[in-house]
């Protein structure tokens, strides 16, 4: 090799070492460099919201109801009448009780089935971790499917696989 070639070489290691020790220390020493940072700003904390002011309940006054007595039946004289007020309930609160009908009961949830539609690569052990998490119900995806499935370990890709709940899966 001739001499020229390698102290090219020698020329560009150095270069190259000697901007690498420059972008290295360059993060380290900016507060060596007279380059004052400025200290990161604090956003100021929110005044406190206003104390609700209180509210004064209305004042609410008795009303008396004074019922009539039915038990003395009415004499034919008539007793003079003296303007008196009072309030009655209405009629709608003496009536018979309010009759609350019952809650009709809830149909049961009718649940549409899953399906699955098979892409490259699937098998029934991924499909079960896909729906269950695990795959240890990659036999409960192969029974329901049996009228598809021929050999557990062959998918054809594009199959639309049945997927069961977990509670129609027959535990043993």
Do not use: C
């Amino acid at each position: 090799m001739q001499n020229d070639i390698k102290i090219g070489i020698i020329v560009g290691i150095v270069v190259v070492a000697a901007a690498a020790v420059l972008f290295v220390t360059q993060g380290r020493d900016q507060d060596k460099s007279g380059v004052e940072v400025p200290p990161p700003v604090q956003a100021e904390p929110a005044p406190p919201a206003p104390a609700p002011m209180p509210v004064p309940e209305p004042v609410l006054e008795p009303v008396v109801v004074e019922p009539k007595l039915q038990s003395q039946p009415e004499t034919a004289v008539a007793a003079p009448e003296t303007p008196s007020v009072s309030v009655t309930p209405p009629p709608a609160a003496e009536s018979q009780p309010a009759v609350i009908p019952p809650a009709p009961e809830p149909e049961p949830e009718v649940r549409q089935p899953r399906f699955h539609t098979v892409a490259t690569g699937d098998n029934l052990y991924i499909i079960s971790e896909q729906y269950y998490g695990s795959g240890k119900f990659a036999d409960s995806i192969y029974e329901a499917n049996r009228n598809l499935i021929k050999n557990k370990d062959v998918l054809q890709v594009g199959w639309k696989l049945r997927i069961p709940y977990p509670e129609e899966i027959v535990k043993p």
